[in-house]
């Protein structure tokens, strides 16, 4: 079954104390980007990747390191975790991250940092 | 900073009226999408949309997209239960990779 999976779903964690969400497709897709969505602020892009060692900042990148060594593997790394960065994250994936192609989503990864 | 604005931000209305959503940019997209949101779930695609004037049909939805590819809108007739969700309004531009998503608009429709 063609998917993004996300991990863990839930997460609560301490200020400070580094952490990894990670995300996979299974669609041998090019593009993938992460998102945090806020009630009232919907998804904001926090990165994304056009391919495989190319990253790029989307809106709101501040407190937040990512990696593509693989195709499929897209991990979002918090390396001080911060309350305000309590969210529900979003992994997604599309074939070319032109805009045309359907974003395929995780189901969501909710954070919260105390 | 580019926007999306979204209206409304939340519509609960008894089933069997009709509603609309608006998405609007002072930014003009190569395309736009529109998706639904259930509760614990990702956004999933209802519909691309990426010739200004164009409209698309998808069973009681109508999306259209404005003549100068700056504002998007999402029509229901006759909304059902089912139609209940997040409905969230994303566009593009022609550099690629950046997807920019309206705050989102909560829908509730009550049998």
């Known amino acids: 079954e063609a998917q993004v999976t996300q991990n863990p779903r839930y997460l609560i964690t301490v200020t400070g104390k580094k952490l990894t969400v990670t995300c996979s497709q299974n669609m041998n897709h090019e593009y993938m980007s992460w998102y945090r969505q806020d009630p009232g602020l919907g998804l904001r892009q926090i990165y994304y990747s056009m391919n495989v060692e190319v990253t790029d900042k989307g809106d709101v990148p501040e407190g937040y390191k990512v990696s593509r060594k693989e195709k499929r593997n897209f991990p979002l790394i918090l390396e001080s975790p911060s309350p305000n960065q309590t969210s529900l994250y979003f992994c997604?994936?599309?074939?070319?991250?032109?805009?045309?192609?359907?974003?395929?989503f995780g189901n969501g990864t909710r954070l919260t940092v105390t | 900073t580019q926007l999306l604005e979204q209206s409304p931000q939340f519509l609960s209305i008894q089933e069997g009226e009709n509603l609309t959503v608006y998405c609007n940019s002072s930014s003009v997209f190569s395309s736009l999408q529109w998706y639904r949101q259930e509760p614990g779930e990702g956004p999933v695609l209802l519909v691309t949309?990426?010739?200004?004037?164009e409209v698309k049909k998808l069973k009681r939805l109508t999306f259209q997209f404005g003549d100068a590819r700056k504002d998007s809108s999402l029509h229901i007739t006759a909304a059902q239960p089912g139609d209940t969700g997040l409905y969230l309004c994303a566009g593009a531009w022609n550099q690629g990779g950046k997807l920019i998503f309206g705050q989102g608009t909560e829908l509730s429709v009550k049998p």
């Open positions: 949309v990426v010739t200004g004037g």
């Open positions: 997604a994936s599309s074939l070319d991250g032109d805009g045309n192609s359907p974003l395929h």
